[in-house]
């Protein structure tokens, strides 16, 4: 499956879930208490199907099609709809940070309007080739930022956002929550251990390969030093450490499932894709770095 087809066919499955999940809205009314704060009346979220019927069912197929057609405006369709996604988004997230209730609703908002940016960056601009890696060269400046911009989001959103989803929807099952002494000091230390495990290898990444970990803007210089003369992908480890240091201060295994589940995904889905790449750009001062450095486990 090609980059474009990727895009296409990523969009109609957004298309359908969406009108799936305003359908079960409607033909089981007490599906609706899962998606919002309690005390707020269900209109409060049913008040959004016209919004969602325009935007995320008919834009993602219309958007879909363009792709598919080679419109002129395709890539402006895909980049708009994923800048219109963030607003519904933001409101969420707002509405769960006031209330501490409706993670779930939020969840399921940033794996959208987050899927639909990463659509919108693999198609790329008019003047880009659709690709799901992009070599993006830049100053060191610009590397920096845009590195830790991404890092700051991709912990929001996979470190917060998401794994506050995560116990709601476990509370809701009244699937029980573990507690146990020094877990809050234990997850805490773990937690910011990985974290300037993850800040170290975007520095090199940034300082060192003149890029940013994102695929669709990655480095155009291989990076051996700092952490990745250790480990193969540090920031892989690093997330998935802290992911785990999550749920412990969570208490909910279901977040070490989600966690272990996301490793599993980029060891088996990711990280073959990426390795190809480097291997095709590099050659053989990649291949010797292979096999001079394991990916997970220093020697």
Known sequence: MNAKQIVTSYLIVQAVATAAWWSMLWFVPSSVSWFHPASWPRETLLGFWLADFLLLIAGSSMTAI????EKAWASTAVWSLAAALWYPT???IGVSIITDQA??????????AGMTLAMATIYGTPHQTPATIRETPLNRTSAIVWTFTQTAIFWSVFLWILPEGIVEFQ???HWPLFLHPGQTSGSITL???ASLLGLWSGW???VRGDGT????ATAPKLVDAGPYRFVRNPMALAGIVQGIAVGWYH????????AIAGGFVWHCFVRPVEEADLDQRFGERYRQYKQRVRLWIPR
């Open 213 to 216: 970990p994102l695929p669709t």
């Open 191 to 193: 937690f910011t251990a």
């Open 66 to 69: 363009a792709i598919t057609s």
């Open 90 to 92: 933001f409101y969420c």
């Open 171 to 173: 509370t809701r099952l």
């Open 204 to 206: 090199a990444m940034a």
């Open 251 to 258: 208490g909910s295994f279901v977040v070490f499932i989600y």
């Open 103 to 112: 993670w779930i609703a939020a969840s399921l908002m940033v794996c959208m």
